[in-house]
Nanobody
Framework: QIQLVESGGGLVQAGGSLRLSCRASGITLDLHVVSWFRQAPGKEREAVAC????????HYADSVQGRFTISREADENTVYLQMNSLKAEDTGVYYC?????????????????????WGQGTQVTVSG
């Protein structure tokens, strides 16, 4: 059974940091494109960051560029999202998603429907 499990969310003050984890079972994440999405109440799901298979490229949404870092630990079959300088507008449920074959150029990585596997999400709340 293929599962993606997110963790690391919580409540943090503006300016603080959190590190989210996306741990996989049933698939080898190193061979997949993995992205983080987020969804705020009443808003559409938006792409935040992406790491391509074999870590060839990283992609970030303009809103998080310079503050968030996506990385992978192959031995742990886990992808991380380090979030620094958090703002109230970063609040939402954060999901990781993976796909084996998708292309990521020209913002293709931002298309949620292209991903085969999704986690259940972890809540991030930034106060102040």
């Amino acid at each position: 059974q293929i599962q993606l499990v997110e963790s690391g969310g919580g409540l943090v003050q503006a300016g603080g940091s959190l590190r989210l984890s996306c741990r996989a079972s049933g698939i080898t994440l190193d061979l997949h494109v993995v992205s983080w999405f987020r969804q705020a109440p009443g808003k559409e799901r938006e792409a935040v960051a992406c790491i391509t298979n074999m870590d060839v490229k990283l992609h970030y949404a303009d809103s998080v560029q310079g503050r968030f870092t996506i990385s992978r630990e192959a031995d742990e079959n886990t992808v991380y999202l380090q979030m620094n300088s958090l703002k109230a507008e970063d609040t939402g449920v954060y999901y990781c998603a993976a796909d084996r074959w998708m292309e990521t150029e020209d913002d293709k990585w931002t298309h949620a429907l292209k991903y085969d596997y999704w986690g259940q999400g972890t809540q991030v709340t930034v106060s102040g």
